[in-house]
């Protein structure tokens, strides 16, 4: 006895254990792909957050261009209240300037106007980082006039935008296009720490022109919303959500530039969960953000679960052991434990055979089937709010064809029917059944659509050429079809389903037969659904 326990226990709790290990191992990584789902969720509602926040920006900048163009001339003071104003809901903005163009004939006029109020100004060019000088000449400057706030940009006052070549790109770019326009990421004149920046800007023309030559010749100036990009991320981004996450913000078209990049303080990153996405182009930025977890982050998500899971099995694997040894010394007891679990398996067959799910005529579903299937379904839909569509497929005139072709031939057609009726449906939810005597009913979860399917049921019918001589309409076989549609929702009883269903058959039969009538029924859930409203319309459609 002691051998033979050894030989079924030991292969046993090997399997047992093998089996535990396998499902924790499986139970961490649906939970490791859950985790990678909840930081795709946490990275997309940052982008979110900066996107927004970007286009607010772009929108405080385009709101100070309205000032200029309602006005003729917009004086020092003008300009610095409604900046002030501006300014104090969007702190996180560096400065808001303006910068007229200035041709070099009208040069030492401008300086000499503008140092009324700044007896040092002149319009500059930048040689390093922190150090200006007298611009070089050129046919015109963009030189920067009016800004604020003034404190910590004081360097930015005077410089000439044409200067620099990033600057000047973006000057041509929104001069020919009349549109807001962005440099490529760059040191502001202004900056005193390493972090990189950008500015917008957008032309402000004489009167309203419409074409290349007109917006060149009438360009008055810019006006300008300068940020550093630190700056615009921090503002945006949650605090806490993103602290186990490094984050960094690349140009889409060149990865190696990186204006911005935040390396999380807790744990090691996680490479292989890297996740990239492209935040939406604005003013001519397009940004890519590339996170990368810690393992921080995913160990504050996990749970003991597939711990738990090994531990289960073991214990369950231990207590099969001991039920093996039970059984096995026990060994008096098997043929009485055998004979009762045979009697127990005979009467579940009957009870099984008492409920089968098959019609047995056409070996397809019967109407018990398709009502646990359609009230299933019902839930279903409700619960994911998907749609659903049923058909009821009547023969024509069967009364006919039994009294004169026999019965025989009428069980034969409804077996060819109802197999040809099965081998349209491809998908593992939709049935077919017969629901009663002569009437099929074709069950379509999550589906919208079924028209083409009402017409091929018709087509497939009348492939099958059954012989009816005693059809008023037609020499073969052919069958009417009541179809409803429905998007389930609380409001509406499964009934109304199988009531319209019917409604459309009578109105299909009605109608001469051989083809097929539809009926929506509208519900609470059409609101909700992204092809809108339908109207309750009966449509026919004959073969």
């Known amino acids: 006895m002691n051998r033979k326990i050894a030989l079924i226990s030991i292969p046993t709790g090997i399997l047992g254990i093998g089996v535990s290990a396998l499902l924790a191992f499986k139970f961490h990584h649906l939970e490791t792909q859950s985790i990678q789902g909840d930081f ?9 957050r900066l996107e927004a926040k970007m286009e607010a920006k772009m929108e405080v900048v385009n709101s ?26 969007h702190k996180d903005i560096q400065a808001l300037e303006w910068a007229p163009k200035i041709k070099h004939a009208d040069r030492e006029a401008f300086i000499q106007q ?29 030189p920067i006039s009016f800004l604020e706030p003034f404190s910590g940009n004081e360097l930015a006052l005077g410089f000439d935008l044409a200067s620099n070549l990033l600057r000047r790109k973006a000057i041509d770019r929104a001069t020919d296009t009349g549109r807001i326009q962005s440099t490529a990421h760059l040191t502001l004149v202004q900056e005193q720490d390493q972090q990189k920046g950008f500015i917008t800007l957008i032309p402000v023309y004489r009167d309203q022109p419409t074409t290349l030559t007109s917006r060149r010749q009438r360009l008055e100036g810019f006006v300008l919303g300068v940020f550093r990009i630190n700056d615009l991320v921090k503002a945006a981004i949650q605090p806490g959500t993103v602290d186990a996450i490094n984050l960094q913000l690349i140009d889409t078209a060149n990865p190696d530039d990186i204006p911005y990049k935040r390396r999380s303080q807790l744990g090691k990153a996680l490479p292989k969960h890297e996740y990239r996405q492209n935040l939406k182009s604005l003013a001519g930025q397009q940004w890519t953000m590339v996170a990368t977890p810690s393992n921080v982050y995913f160990n504050e998500k996990r749970s003991g679960l597939p711990l738990a899971v090994f531990w289960v099995g073991i214990v369950f694997t231990a207590l099969i052991e001991a039920y093996i040894i039970f059984v096995l010394t026990q060994s008096r007891l098997v043929e009485t434990v055998v004979r009762d679990r045979t009697k127990e398996l005979e009467e579940a067959n009957k009870k099984l055979s008492l409920i089968s799910t098959t019609d047995e005529l056409t070996s397809i579903a019967n109407r018990r089937h398709f009502d646990d299937c359609l009230k299933t379904e019902w839930k279903r839909a409700i619960r994911e709010q998907t749609p659903m569509t049923l058909f009821l497929i009547n023969l024509d005139f069967f009364r006919q064809f039994n009294e004169g072709y026999g019965f025989v031939a009428g069980d034969d057609c409804l077996k060819r029917i109802g197999q040809q009726l099965e081998s349209l449906l491809k998908r593992p939810a939709d049935l077919v059944a017969r629901y009663e005597g002569e009437t099929f009913a074709l069950l379509l979860p999550n589906t919208e659509n079924a028209e083409p399917l009402a017409q091929k049921c018709l087509e497939t019918v009348a492939a099958l050429k059954i012989k009816h001589i005693y059809s008023p309409i037609h020499e073969h076989i052919t069958v009417s079809i009541g179809v409803a549609f429905v998007r389930p929702a609380h409001d509406i009883p499964m009934t109304k389903l199988l009531e319209k269903a019917t409604q459309a058959l009578t109105q299909a039969k009605d109608a001469g037969r051989n083809q097929y009538a ?11 659904a992204p092809s809108g409203d339908l109207s309750q319309e009966l449509q026919f459609q004959s073969h």
Request: proline share 4%; charged share 20%.
């Open 40 to 48: 795709q969720q946490d990275v997309h509602e940052q982008v979110h």
């Open 64 to 89: 100070l261009k309205l000032l200029f163009d309602s006005s003729e001339q917009v004086n020092p003071a003008e300009f610095k209240q409604f900046a002030h104003s501006l300014l104090a809901r």
């Open 114 to 142: 503008r140092q009324k109020d700044f007896p040092a100004f002149d319009i500059t060019q930048q040689v390093s980082q922190g150090k200006m000088v007298r611009a070089q000449q050129r046919s015109a400057y963009f």
């Open 518 to 528: 539809f009926i929506h029924i509208p519900s609470f859930a059409d609101s909700l």
